[in-house]
């Protein structure tokens, strides 16, 4: 059994182009149910692959696709960098 512990830090802490693997999806249930249904789910490996200039908004890379989340979206989504 694994222990997270320390090595997990929010989606929105996640630097340009690096991945990681989605722990746990805590957003608002609104925001919840969105990203569960573009692939977003506990398992799933992420990319960051672009930053807004004015850093509201990232590019994810999830499954094959990007999508643009607001960066406050992202605050609730624990990964574990790999």
Known sequence: MRVWGDVMKSLNDLELNKEAIVIKVAA???IKNRLLDIGL???SKIKTVL???GK???AYQIK???IAIRKDDTKDIMV???
């Open 28 to 30: 608002n249930e609104n």
């Open 41 to 43: 789910v506990p398992g």
């Open 51 to 53: 930053i807004s200039p």
């Open 56 to 58: 509201d908004m990232v």
């Open 64 to 66: 094959g696709a990007i």
């Open 80 to 82: 574990e960098e790999l």
